[in-house]
Every structure is written in structure tokens, then in C-alpha cells.
């Protein structure tokens, strides 16, 4: 092995630059990844809120639709049964 390869000035600067990379590149491409995410993330969240809002808005009584209807169809028959 080459003697200057071993020498400890060479080893701290190769360290220090294998340092600085990490931080400058890698830590940029970290965090903007993590943007992504959480982009990704929120837009779940949205979704996951208008299927809950979905669900809720069907099993209300008092609206259109959902619960309703199936409330108004077992009542009319209870109506017409006895």
C-alpha cells in the first residue's frame, strides 16, 4: 500500500469531504423526500376525511338518501302490514 494513502492528513481531509457530502447532498435529497411524503400524506388524509364524511352524510337519518330512504321503505311497510 502506498505510504501517502496512510498518511493522517490525507485521511482527515478525505473524511472531512465525505462529511461535507453527506451533509450538503444527501441531508437535500433526505428532506426532500420527506416533502414528497408528506404531500402524500396529506392528500390520504383528505381522502380518508371525505369517505368518513361519505359514510356519516349516509347514516344520517335526516338526509336524503342513505338511512333515511331505508327508514322511510321499513316504516311505509309497518304502515301497510298492520
Known sequence: MPKFLTKPGLILIVAWIAQTFIQLVLL?????????????SDARSENTFKDTQAILDALNT???GGLRTILEAVEGRAKTTY
Do not use: L, P, R, Y
Open 28 to 40: 437535500s435529497i433526505i428532506m426532500v423526500g420527506q416533502d414528497v411524503q408528506s404531500i402524500a
Open 62 to 64: 335526516e338526509t336524503k
